[in-house]
């Protein structure tokens, strides 16, 4: 079951593995996973065992990479316990095992540390090229991680002052170097295939709105409500977008639309604002592990390792022990002042934006290292009578476990966000039985979870409990008045049972929140026609139709309404637009056919009623236009 972005992940490698290479487009996600993944595909065919299996041999290479940064950083026992700490963080086993992306950025920060540790021995220039290369790859699976590249140009410039001008501009030209090597061709491909050059992707914008404007909470918060997963995000963004200028808009443009909308928000409630980037910078050291898919607390139900290392190795005493570290090592800062650098700078550039487990996760390694150096370098503090480094060390890492171990986010939380994404997958995957299950579990678990309700609700009716669905609909509402998704499924809900005039107000409630919903514009389109408002209804099938040009059932209802009005040729055109959408849509070649008879043209008729009733063979309106049209044929 793959869930969330590890879905799209697993379609775009599928695409990639069948050939399609350069894609189209601009970036929106960062692209070095996917191909990663293609390319195990290519050479294993799609095979999540195996995959898993090649990202745990990457994740114990993570350990040994660190392990070496250590060495070069504090000492050898310093990084084989990092090493050890990081093999047994239930962080990273749970990335190891996952579909995304996590197990490279994890990889690619322990090798960048370990390039900087082999600097940090002997500055030679093939390192420094090495420290670019690292770092492109890194920004390839994680675009922050560029956040690193000032920090390390002021690392070089400073920490090697007494080195030659001419050499330390070489040594830069060398990271600038390898780091062009692996960003300038993804760039000249989004140039190629986009139009635009980006050198990695285009989402900085509503990104920075999700993470800052004025419905943001610190987590991740959808552009529309309902819509969490990647497959809606991106157009989502470009719609809404498009719609407030008023004209199409490319990757780029539409990326500043919403960098300039989110400013704009902050400066409209500037204390509201900082009041958001205090919780979000107290979020990133947080013990709370926050997902957007899937968890490691709920995957621990059913692993008693991961259980277990759940509650030893986290934030709460990761962080306090790395706070130890910096005290004990803080005689050394001169040169380790990149580490402290790095973790802040990263932890900024996460605050920037919205705060998951994953993506706060890349700081882990740079913490377990000065970890590691802070539990070791006990033994030498006591034995050199360093009393005061020593109690300033413990003190702080007192507080900073004290602040840490406060859970932000409860884990009833974050398990229901999983219950309801299996939920999604399931229902989607037609097992509506099961999605009933978890769907019922998040609302147990988070009675204010507003899209579990839609959705069970949404289910509940569709399975025939209609009653039942409308209790979760309306609790919704109570919970989210302006969801425009819970108001719509509250119409489809009430007109099964017969409330029309109720179920327009709850459409017209949903329209009004989304103009853009052309669901909800085909269903209001549906009871007007019911009540006798042909022309209205006619009105919002096209509206349905000039937001999805391939909304099949649109197509036919809106064919239906114009035959009713007289209009039978346009009608005929509606039809068969729809069965070139989908040829198998059995109703719109029933429709089809009565409006081909209409019009004398019966043995095209004939044509589209049998293939009405293959479709589908309890088709009793086909059947009996097939019998009568027969029957005239022989009496001719």
Known sequence: ???????????????????????KNVFYQAPLYPYFLGGLYILWGRNLLAVRLVQIVIGAGSCVLLARAGRSFFSQNAGLLAGVVLAAC???????????????????????????GRLLERPQRRWWLGTGVVLGLLALTRENGLI????????????WRRELWTTRLQWAGLLLLGLAVVLLPVGCRNLLVGGEFHLTTAQFGPNFYIGNGRDATGGY?????????????????????????????????VSRYW?????????????????????????????????????????????????TLNHLLHFGTICPLALLGVCLTWSQRRRLWVLYAMILGYAASVVIFYVFSRYRFPVVPLLVLLAAAGVTGLRGAV?????????????????????????????????????????????????????????????RLVPEFAPAHVQLGGILVREGRVMEGIGYLEQALRIKPDYAEAHYNLGVALAQTGRIEDAIGHYEQALRIDPDYAEAHNDLGVVLAQTGRIDDAIGHYEQALRID????????????????????????????????????Y????????????????????????????????DFTAAQRALARLRGLQRRD
């Open 90 to 116: 239930p962080t990273a086993i749970f990335f190891d095992c996952s579909i995304q992306k996590s197990v490279l950025d994890l990889f690619f920060v322990c090798g960048l540390l370990a390039v900087l």
């Open 383 to 443: 034995h050199e009578k360093r009393w005061k480094a020593l109690w300033t060390g413990v003190t702080t890492a007192a507080m900073a476990a004290v602040m840490c171990n406060r859970a932000m986010v409860p884990e009833t939380h974050i398990r229901a966000t999983t219950h309801y994404n299996i939920a999604l997958d399931l229902e989607e995957h037609g097992k509506p039985e099961l999605a009933v299950v978890h769907y019922a579990e998040t609302v």
């Open 221 to 253: 918060h959808p552009l529309v409500a309902g819509h969490g997963s990647a497959e809606f995000e991106r157009d989502d963004a470009t719609r809404l977008a498009e719609r407030a200028m008023g004209r199409r808009l490319s990757p780029g443009e």
């Open 586 to 617: 059995a109703r719109a070649h029933n429709n089809l056919g009565n409006a081909l008879v209409q019009v004398g043209r019966v043995q095209e008729a004939i044509g589209h009623y049998e293939r009405a009733v293959q479709l589908k063979p």
């Open 259 to 307: 960098t300039a909308r989110a400013l704009v928000e902050v400066r409209e409630n500037s204390a509201r604002w900082l009041r958001l980037m205090v919780k979000k910078c107290l979020l990133v050291w947080n013990v709370s592990e926050v997902c957007d898919s899937e968890d490691q607390y709920t995957y621990g139900d059913w692993s008693p390792l991961l259980r």
């Open 148 to 159: 690193f590249l000032p920090i390390l140009l002021a690392w070089l410039f400073v920490l």
């Open 549 to 584: 040009p391939d909304y099949a059932k649109a197509h036919n209802n809106l064919g239906v309404a114009l035959v009713q009005v007289g209009r039978v040729q346009e009608a005929i055109g509606h039809y068969e637009q729809a069965l070139r959408i989908d040829p198998d």
């Open 1 to 23: 079951m793959l869930l969330g972005d590890a879905a799209s992940y697993d379609a775009w490698a599928r695409q990639i593995a069948n050939g399609d290479w350069l894609g």
